[in-house]
């Protein structure tokens, strides 16, 4: 009787086929994972960009913020995006500067991204 031993018996092909399954899920959950965080690192980025042109436009004079209701809310579009932000300003012991404070929500999750706190000059 000739005993044929060149092969792999099932028991083995079974195996190696639930390690090769464990193994791709592992890499598709972590490429999947990795694409989450580049999307979040990416809106928050376009948020902060949001913010700083405000907060930019402000320093210029191009914003009025300072009023009766010191407070300013608009939505901005950056790289096919729609942003809503909200600029208050409130008063410092310093007259001549007042204190902004600029929000950025992503549109139209109403998800807060940003929030920056600068200082600004007033003429009076």
Request: glycine share 4%.
């Amino acid at each position: 009787m000739k005993n044929n031993t060149a092969g792999f018996t099932l028991i083995e092909v079974m195996i190696a086929l639930a390690i090769i399954a464990i193994s791709l899920t592992a890499v598709i959950k972590a490429t999947s994972q990795n694409i989450k965080d580049v999307i979040y690192l990416q809106n928050k980025m376009t948020a902060h960009w949001v913010a700083l042109n405000v907060m930019n436009q402000a320093r210029a004079g191009l914003l009025k913020i300072s009023g009766q209701s010191d407070k300013l809310e608009q939505e901005t579009t950056m790289l096919g995006a729609k942003w809503a932000w909200t600029a208050v300003t409130s008063d410092t012991p310093n007259p001549h500067i007042k204190e902004i404070h600029v929000n950025v929500l992503r549109e139209p999750e109403h998800q807060q991204m940003v929030s920056l706190m600068s200082y600004i000059y007033v003429k009076q």
